[in-house]
């Protein structure tokens, strides 16, 4: 069983920073793209950010773009997302998602949740206006 834990969530002021972490556990497995989601409360969860593990692509949801960085350490099997100039509109429930091959098998399924084998329990970021 592999196990995603997100870490690194909490409360800040609008403009600030933050950097969350995800790593993988449980039995050995390689992951070609891990991601970011996010969901809102009344809202439906939407993507963030996702790696791919191959070369290192990046994609961002044009609301993240220039302001979030996804990277990812392969030999510690951990995804980070580093959060800048965060808006009261990023509040949200964060996850942590991993893709056995799915997401690698055809173009922009990176952004399909349904597209992730794993799933970590989700941390929660609050920005104050």
């Known amino acids: 069983q592999v196990q995603l834990v997100e870490s690194g969530g909490g409360l800040v002021q609008a403009g600030g920073s933050l950097r969350l972490s995800c790593a993988a556990s449980?039995?050995?497995?390689?992951?070609?793209?891990m991601a970011w989601f996010r969901q809102a409360p009344g809202k439906e969860r939407e993507f963030v950010a996702a790696?791919?593990?191959?070369?290192?692509?990046?994609y961002y949801a044009d609301s993240v773009k220039g302001r979030f960085t996804i990277s990812r350490d392969n030999a510690k099997n951990t995804v980070y997302l580093q959060m800048n100039s965060l808006k009261p509109e990023d509040t949200a429930v964060y996850y942590c998602?991993?893709?056995?091959?799915?997401?690698?098998?055809?173009?922009?399924?990176?952004?399909?949740?349904?597209?992730?084998?794993?799933w970590g329990q989700g941390t929660q970021v609050t920005v104050s206006s």
């Open positions: 790696i791919f593990r191959s070369g290192g692509s990046t």
């Open positions: 998602a991993a893709s056995v091959e799915s997401v690698c098998s055809g173009s922009y399924y990176y952004k399909f949740s349904n597209k992730y084998n794993y």
């Open positions: 449980g039995r050995t497995f390689s992951s070609c793209a």
